[in-house]
C-alpha cells in the first residue's frame, strides 16, 4: 500500500516538471506583508532546492505563520513574487498552487472520522467515490493509521492526531508541503521521535517540505536548509553547519544554542586571518570569507561552549589557554555546563559525558583551539 502511495506521489510531482539536480523549487522574491502599518514579512527573498527538507526558524511573531500562509494562498502578499516550479502563483487560489498546508492546531473536522477527515479535501474537488476511498486507505496506511480510519479526532492521541493532519494533506499529492509547528503541542519525547518519522517520510516523498519552527534543535537536526528570521526579516539562510557555526549576527548565534559572544577589536588583518584583541590578549583566527575587516572595527569572537575544553590551571597560560575560575556549574545529563571568569568576563564551558569527566572547581584553564573562533562583524 505504502508503495503505492509512494509511486502516485511522486508521478503526481514528477509529471509537473521533471527533477534537475539543485534546482529551485520555491522562490520568494521581495516578499511583504503587512497587516495595519507595520510589516509582518518585510521584504524577504529567498530559494528552497527541489526535494530538499527547507525550515523557518524564528522567535514568535517574526513572521514565520505568515510567509507560510502566502505560499499556501491564504494570504496575498503586498509586494513582490512567489515562484513555484517556475511559474509565478501570486494570482493562483490556493486549491490550484500544488502546495498543501498541515497547520499549527491540526485544524481537524471534530464532528468527522479520521477516514472523513483525510477524504474531505478529495470530496471537495469532485473525486469519485471509489478513487477517494482507494487514496484515502493508502494514505492512512502510509502514515500509520490503517487500522484508526473509524475513530474521531477526540478519541487519538496527540501523536495520532498530527499524522491525521499530514495524511490529509498528503492524500491530495502536492508538489509542496507546508508544515507550520506540526510538533508544538506534543510532549518532547514524542515531538523528538515525530521528528525522525516527518523526516523519513520526506525522503520516502522525496518531496520539497518547507517546515516552520521556533525550535532550534528541531530546525537544525531535521533541515537541508534553514532560514533564520527575525522581525519579520531573513537574518540569514543556509546548512544547519553554515548557521550553527559560522552566524552572521549575534542575534543568530545566541538563537540557534549558547554561545560565547565576546567583544574585541581587530587588530591587523594578513590575508586570510584577522588578529583580534580582547581583553589583554590577542588571538588570530581565520578571516571569515566575504567579510571585509580593517583594523580598529569591533568585531565578537563566537565560540561554542562545546569547542572550549577545561584543564587543571596552567602554571604559564598563553592566549589560547586562558586563566579562570569556575563560577558555577550545570550538570545537564549528557554534560556539565560551566561558568568560567576569565578577565572579569563569564564564559561557557561545555564537558561531555560527566559520569566519566574529571570534575573542576577554582582556578583552572580554559584551553581554546583558534580554528574553532568565528568572527563576527555586524
Ligand atoms: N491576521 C493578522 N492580523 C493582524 N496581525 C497579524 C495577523 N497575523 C499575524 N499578525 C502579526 O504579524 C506578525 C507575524 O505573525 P506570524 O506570522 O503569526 O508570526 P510567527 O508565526 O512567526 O509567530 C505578528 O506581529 C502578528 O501579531
Ligand atoms: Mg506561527
Redesign the pocket.
Known amino acids: 500500500m505504502a508503495r503505492v502511495l509512494r509511486n502516485a506521489l511522486t508521478a503526481a510531482v514528477a509529471s509537473e516538471t521533471p527533477t534537475r539536480p539543485g534546482e529551485i523549487h520555491l522562490r520568494l522574491d521581495h516578499v511583504t506583508k503587512r497587516?495595519?502599518e507595520t510589516p509582518?514579512v518585510d521584504d524577504i527573498s529567498f530559494e528552497v532546492p527541489r526535494g530538499s527538507f527547507a525550515t523557518l526558524l524564528?522567535p514568535?511573531?517574526?513572521?514565520?505563520?505568515?510567509?507560510l500562509r502566502m505560499i499556501a494562498g491564504f494570504y496575498d502578499p503586498d509586494k513582490g513574487d512567489i515562484v513555484l516550479g517556475g511559474r509565478r502563483i501570486n494570482d493562483l487560489p490556493a486549491h490550484r498552487r500544488g502546495a498543501a498546508m498541515v497547520f499549527q492546531d491540526y485544524a481537524l473536522f471534530p464532528h468527522m472520522s479520521v477516514e472523513d477527515n483525510v477524504g474531505y479535501g478529495l470530496r471537495v474537488s469532485g473525486v469519485a467515490k471509489d478513487e477517494r476511498d482507494r487514496r484515502v486507505r493508502e494514505t492512512l496506511e502510509f502514515v500509520g493509521l490503517g487500522a484508526l480510519g473509524d475513530r474521531w479526532p477526540n478519541q487519538l492521541s496527540g501523536g495520532q492526531q498530527q499524522r491525521v493532519a499530514v495524511g490529509r494533506a498528503l492524500v491530495l499529492e502536492p508538489q509542496i508541503l507546508l508544515l507550520d509547528e506540526p510538533l508544538s503541542n506534543l510532549d518532547a519525547k514524542l515531538r523528538v521521535q515525530l521528528r525522525w518519522e516527518l523526516r523519513a517520510l520526506q525522503q520516502r516523498l522525496g518531496m520539497t517540505f518547507v517546515y516552520?519552527t521556533h525550535d532550534q534543535d528541531e530546525a537544525l537536526s531535521l533541515s537541508d536548509w534553514i532560514a533564520v528570521?527575525n522581525a519579520g526579516k531573513v537574518e540569514q539562510a543556509g546548512t544547519p553547519w553554515e548557521i550553527y557555526y559560522h552566524p552572521r549576527t549575534s542575534f543568530l548565534a545566541d538563537f540557534v544554542g549558547a554561545v560565547n559572544l565576546v567583544p574585541g577589536t581587530v587588530r591587523e588583518v594578513r590575508g586570510d586571518e584577522v588578529v583580534v584583541a580582547f581583553g589583554e590578549r590577542t588571538v588570530t583566527v581565520r578571516r571569515p570569507s566575504g567579510l571585509a575587516l580593517a583594523a580598529g572595527r569591533e568585531v565578537r569572537l563566537c565560540v561554542r561552549p562545546e569547542a572550549l575544553a577545561l584543564r587543571p590551571p596552567a602554571a604559564d597560560p598563553d592566549g589560547f589557554r586562558l586563566p579562570g575560575i569556575v563560577a558555577r556549574r550545570a550538570f545537564l545529563g549528557d554534560l556539565m555546563r560551566y561558568w568560567v571568569t576569565v578577565d572579569g568576563r563569564e564564559w561557557i564551558v561545555d564537558q561531555p559525558d560527566p559520569g566519566a569527566a574529571a570534575d573542576f572547581d577554582g582556578p583552572v584553564t580554559v584551553a581554546v583551539k583558534p580554528e574553532r573562533i568565528h568572527v563576527i562583524a555586524e
Open positions: 497587516f495595519g509582518a524564528g514568535s511573531g517574526c513572521g514565520k505563520t505568515t510567509t516552520v528570521m
